[in-house]
């Protein structure tokens, strides 16, 4: 039921692109996105709600992939600030309490 | 800063000894959640509130865990007899809709 992100670890320059892929064994009914900088608690970046939405936020945008189980989280023109670890949230379909389940995150730093 | 608190931010502690981690949810939100968070993995879910209500408790909670929300409001996470595998991040969240809003955890050791 943990979904499994890739890659593990991405090293840009600033200014360059990474996209980082989330995917579930299960029919999903969101997926949510959370930046985690070391030592502090993840921050919510964005919620997929249906099938084949996207949502930005600056230069961050993300799709779901509905039928696919997928997810893909694009960031564009990195800044040093989006150094951290990216999880990606699964809510299974189906559930009625709103269980979070997290892959084990992908580490991303850019360097100036 | 979410609006969600814990308290206390660090804990160290012997084996054996009991902790008491607290959080304050954002006050309209009556969906509360516990994970544990260990270094290199993702949050892992422990145990859900709706209100004063504990819905979910996960596997991983064995019966040295145990969890409350009186009123609804903040709500406790208490380990009896700490293990040094209990070492570390509780986080909590908060939610009144879909969106799950994280505390800043209670990192402990246990020694």
């Known amino acids: 039921q943990q979904p499994v992100q890739s890659p593990q670890a991405v090293i840009l320059r600033e200014g360059e692109d990474a996209v980082i892929n989330c995917s579930s064994s299960k029919a999903l009914y969101s997926v949510h996105w959370y930046r985690q900088k070391h030592g502090e608690a993840p921050v919510f970046l964005m919620i997929?709600?249906?099938?084949?939405e996207q949502k930005g936020h600056e230069k961050i945008s993300a799709s779901f992939n509905e039928k696919k189980q997928q997810s893909s989280l694009y960031l564009t023109a990195s800044q040093l600030s989006y150094s951290g670890t990216y999880f990606c949230g699964t809510l299974d379909r189906g559930s009625t309490l709103g269980r979070l389940y997290f892959g084990r995150g992908t580490q991303l730093t850019v360097w100036p | 800063d979410t609006g969600v608190s814990q308290n206390p931010r660090h804990k160290i502690t012997k084996r054996g000894q009991n902790v008491t981690f607290r959080c304050d949810p954002i006050?309209?939100?009556?969906?509360l959640y516990w994970y544990r968070q260990t270094l290199g993995q993702g949050p892992e879910f422990l145990t859900y509130?709706?209100?004063?209500?504990?819905?979910?408790k996960s596997r991983l909670l064995s019966d040295r865990f145990s969890a409350e929300r009186p009123k609804g409001s903040f709500s406790t996470l208490e380990i009896q007899r700490t293990e040094q595998g209990d070492s570390a991040m509780y986080l909590c969240?908060?939610?009144?809709?879909?969106?799950?809003?994280f505390g800043p955890g209670t990192r402990l050791l246990v020694l």
């Open positions: 969240a908060s939610t009144s809709q879909e969106t799950q809003y």
């Open positions: 509130f709706q209100n004063e209500a504990q819905l979910e």
């Open positions: 997929l709600l249906k099938g084949g």
């Open positions: 006050s309209e939100h009556n969906r």
